[in-house]
């Protein structure tokens, strides 16, 4: 089964400093990865997903199949990045099926 | 507003009572998908709707847990004889046939007493 792992619950960073969100995955296929944000009050967003391969509200992610990652960064974050963040995986082959999430990690900059 | 919708937004019950919630997809989406989310989770996948074709169910989705979409387009979520262990939020998500990417409603929150 697969599995998706956010080590860290909690990350609080100041305003201006670089930021690293870490997901690490277990499948035995080739996934897809998204990553997703919740602000306050407000419903789970797509941020990004690997295959775009873009860059969202500065953020960026690469799929690196051989440490089984998909990172979030951002160079200089901004107060208003302050949210949860999940990376969720889908399997790919065959039709559409429900997405594999991490249990989240709460990103907190400080002013 | 064009974003998934799900009504209620909250809601409370007693033990053993019968709730549904309401979930209308994005317009031209054919999947539609429940999942449940508790405090410290993410979202945990319960089953998924292709057009009214229920065509995948997770194991946590237990025998006092149905969904339908009998016209392809809204569905329902059905959990009978409720206990305090289904107290959570109830995520609704569609997504286009050709796109794994999927959109989220703002779920319902149910507080089971």
């Given amino acids: 089964a697969q599995r998706?792992?956010?080590p860290e619950k909690l990350l609080s960073v100041f305003k201006g400093a670089p930021v690293e969100l870490k997901c690490n995955y277990s499948y035995s296929g080739s996934p897809e990865l998204f990553w997703y944000v919740q602000y306050s009050r407000q419903r789970l967003q797509l941020l990004l997903r690997h295959i775009s391969r873009e860059s969202i509200k500065g953020f960026t992610a690469d799929l690196n199949k051989g440490e089984t990652s998909f990172h979030l960064?951002?160079?200089?974050a901004q107060e208003?990045?302050?949210a949860m963040y999940y990376c969720a995986l889908?399997?790919?082959?065959g039709g559409a099926d429900g997405l594999t999430f991490g249990k989240g990690t709460h990103l907190i900059i400080q002013p | 507003d064009t974003g998934v919708s799900q009504n209620p937004r909250h809601k409370?019950?007693?033990?053993g009572q019968n709730v549904t919630f309401r979930c209308d997809p994005i317009s031209e989406h054919n999947r539609l998908y429940w999942y449940r989310q508790t405090l410290g989770q993410g979202p945990e996948f319960l089953t998924y709707f292709q057009n009214e074709a229920q065509l995948e169910k997770s194991r946590l989705l237990s025998d006092r847990f149905s969904a339908e979409r009998p016209k392809g387009s809204f569905s329902t979520l059905e959990i009978q004889r409720t206990e305090q262990g289904d107290s959570a939020m109830y995520l609704?998500?569609?997504s286009r046939k050709t796109d794994r990417a999927q959109y989220f409603g703002p779920g319902t929150r149910l507080t089971v007493l």
């Fill in chain 1, 4 to 6: 998706v792992t956010q």
């Fill in chain 1, 73 to 76: 960064k951002k160079p200089f």
């Fill in chain 1, 80 to 82: 208003e990045d302050s």
């Fill in chain 1, 90 to 93: 889908s399997r790919t082959g």
């Fill in chain 2, 12 to 15: 409370i019950t007693k033990r």
């Fill in chain 2, 92 to 94: 609704c998500a569609s």
